[in-house]
Every structure is written in C-alpha cells, then in structure tokens.
C-alpha cells in the first residue's frame, strides 16, 4: 500500500513537467500596436477581443506581478446584471449573455453556475427602491422577481425569518440566471485564449512611467526597459489613479480595500448567493462546500490588500444573525483586494484627454462580474479610437456634464 501511494506521487509530481502550459510567457519587444497595462480579467479580455474581434494580433499585455494576481485572484465570483438604470443594465446584461457561453468561446470551462441572485430587503423603503429594481430590469428583458418574505424562505430554508432579528427580512428581488463563475479560471481562459492568438503575455514587469509627446501617447517605460505603442489601454483596477497620475491624468475616483473570507467546507446547503445591501455582507456556497462572504468596502482609502477587523465583524456578526446555523463555523481565511469607486458607482470605460491613451476603471464592488461585457466594448473603443454604444454613457466626461449614472442601490452590498 505504501509503495502504490508513493508511486501514485511521484508519478503525479513528475507528470507536472509535462503538463501543456496554459499561456506562452513572452519576452518583452521593443514595440507594440497596442499595450495592455494590467494582466488581470479586464485587461486580458480586453486583450483577447482586439485579437478576435478587430485583427489586432501585436498586442503585449504587461502584468507588474503574476497572471491574476490583483483583484482578480481576489473576489467572489457573483455574476448577476440586476442593475437600475438602462445605462448599467445593458452592460451588465450584455456581460452576463457572455458568461452563459465563455467556456465555448474559450475553450476553457469558466464554471458559470446559475445560481440565482437573492437580493434582501429590510425596509419599507428599501423594499420600494427593489420593486422599482424589478420593474426596470423587467421593461429591459432583465430576468428579475419580487419575492415575499414566505418565498424568501422557501428558496432559502436555513436563513432566519424572525421578526425579531435586528434587520427582519421583508422581502427580496431574485435573479434565476445570476450566480457565480470561477475567477482563476475566467483569467487561465482568457490569457490562453489570447496567447493562443499571438499575444504576449508579459508578467513581473511594472510600468513605472509613461511617455506623451504631443498630447499623444508614444510609450510606456517598464522596470524591463521603454516600450513604444500606437495606443496604451489601461485597466489596472485599484491602481488606476497611480498609473493615470503618469501621464498627468486625474480621475474622479477614490480606492477602497474590499474585503471577502472563506469557511471551512461543510456539506451543500446554500444553493443561491445571498446579498443584503443593509447589512453590508453576501454569502454563497462553492461546489467545494466553502462559504465565501463578503463585506461592504472599507471606510478608508487605502492601496493595502487588508483591510480592518472591524468590517469583517461587523459583517460575520449580520450573517449569523441571518443564518444562525452557520455559527459555530471556523473562518479559513480572509482577503482584500482594492477597488476604485467613481461617486456614481458605475466605470469609466473609454478615451483620455491624452491621444490614444484609454482607461477602464472605476468599477467599485461590480468589476467581476461585467468582465467579459468590458474587455468587449473596451476592445471596440481602443480599436476603432469611439467608444462601443454601451460604453459611450461611460466616458470620464459625465463628471464635468452631470449626466451621472448612480448605481449606488444596486450595487448590492452599499458602497
């Protein structure tokens, strides 16, 4: 028996040279049609659609640390597009209709799980702003319904009802088609599917400046030398005030960490994700069995990827309430990762004030789950020099014409 199991290791241990890699580590060139800042979901597929969809094959994405190493390695995989105004629904919606085929389309099984999206409500009042959600995602062939406090519970049988509780349950909308996705997967598919391209892919190398001449982008310089671009895209999620800083950019956005943990694994019993905007915490379960919860941001800014003990016991003590039988359960572990937030909670999707310069931020809590929808339309205005119709309302100068888009409600846990 000892022989097999040492057999069964070793041969497992020496199989993991021959493993295929998922993407080619490229070198870095001296020039590029277009670079990519930001090895993360965004800039990745970002990179994969201007290859796909508009022949861009010279294309460098450039990654300061490792593949999925920033915000992407740190969320909790909700996908859902249940958001109030035409603006964000649309992009969210189209972002969700990618998600239902990204592991055909990649050739990389995203795990894409419909869960269903149940989103709280504790008051009259918040109940009023979730009829209002429903309707609207309604008039826009959002799948989305108004649940009672009985069907609350009949979907959910272990969360507590009582009305004695610090925030009652008075009802709640629900998504069918939201759920989760996986996010390791989500990045290794879309780096591979764009390597498989002819992308570079280029990790531990930070963009430390950049270069305008003219009003015009010419290049970025690296801690691996100056490379020289027809156009920069930048989407680099928590740090995109350093980078636009570089090129004497200021954005209208302020970075937050966003905290989320995970529990031991216990046998499946949550089979919906559950948000409650009042109480700043969400819940899920992964096929592994794990809970993963989350939390509201910080009420700090900061670029630290932690964030304070006092969010995450705010937030476990609200989800006890909730599910009493969840207790006694031991937290594994606990992360942070850093968003922008834009005073409208909705990015910034498009052109600069500096030519072929483009910027993607300013997602706030909801980045994950509009990947794909924003590396496609970011893809579109990189490559066309105009902004796709559903990022057109996104553009940075609705700060300075007031036409804001404010998902604040809808963000599902309050920012």
């Not at 020496?14 to 060139?29: G, P």
């Not at 649940?147 to 009305?163: D, G, Q, R, T």
């Not at 057109?392 to 014409?401: A, G, H, L, N, W």
Request: aromatic share 8%; hydrophobic share 40%; charged share 20%.
């Amino acid at each position: 028996m000892k022989n097999s199991l040492f057999t069964l290791i070793f041969k497992g241990l020496n199989q993991n040279s021959r493993w295929e890699k998922v993407w080619t580590k490229s070198e870095l060139k001296k020039n590029y049609e277009v670079v990519v800042v930001g090895g993360g979901g965004h800039g990745l597929a970002t990179a994969y659609y201007l290859a796909k969809n508009h022949g861009i094959k010279d294309i460098a994405v450039i990654e300061k640390g490792y593949i999925g190493g920033g915000n992407s390695g740190r969320n909790t995989e909700v996908v859902r597009s249940n958001y109030l105004w035409d603006d964000a629904a649309n992009l969210y919606e189209f972002s969700l209709k990618l998600w239902q085929n990204l592991s055909s389309e990649l050739n990389f099984n995203v795990m894409y799980t419909k869960k269903g999206v149940l989103s709280l409500g504790h008051s009259l009042q918040e109940m009023r702003d979730i009829s209002r959600r429903v309707n609207a995602n309604r008039l826009n062939g959002i799948d989305s319904e108004l649940l009672n406090v009985a069907e609350v519970k009949e979907k959910v049988p272990l969360i507590n009802i009582s009305a004695d509780i610090r925030y009652p349950i008075l009802g709640a909308s629900f998504q069918p088609r939201g759920g989760t996705a996986h996010h390791d997967a989500m990045v290794w598919g879309f780096a591979r599917a764009a390597s498989l391209l002819g992308v570079d892919i280029i990790e531990d190398c930070e963009v430390v400046g950049t270069k305008v001449d003219g009003g015009k982008i010419i290049g970025v310089d690296t801690t691996k030398g100056f490379v020289s671009a027809n156009k920069v895209a930048v989407a680099v999620a928590g740090n995109s005030s350093v980078l636009a800083q570089m090129a004497r950019i200021k954005l209208p956005i302020e970075t937050y960490p966003l905290q989320a943990w995970v529990t031991e694994p216990i046998k499946p019993c949550l089979d919906v994700v559950v948000m409650s905007n009042t109480v700043h915490a969400y819940l899920s379960q992964t096929t592994k069995g794990d809970l993963v919860a989350g939390a509201g941001i910080d009420p700090y800014t900061s670029y630290a990827q932690r964030g304070g003990f006092h969010v995450l016991e705010d937030a476990i003590a609200a989800i006890v309430e909730l599910f009493p039988v969840f207790s006694r359960l031991r937290m594994l572990r606990q992360w942070a990762g850093i968003v922008d937030v834009s005073p409208d909670a909705c990015p910034i999707i498009g052109q600069t004030d500096v030519k072929n310069l483009y910027i993607n931020c300013g997602w706030g809590t909801g980045g994950y789950k509009a990947t794909p929808g924003s590396g496609w339309v970011f893809a579109h205005t990189v490559a066309n020099d105009k902004p796709h119709i559903l990022n057109e309302p996104f553009s940075i100068e609705r700060f300075e014409t007031g036409r804001l888009i404010d998902e604040h409600g809808a963000a599902g846990v309050a920012h």
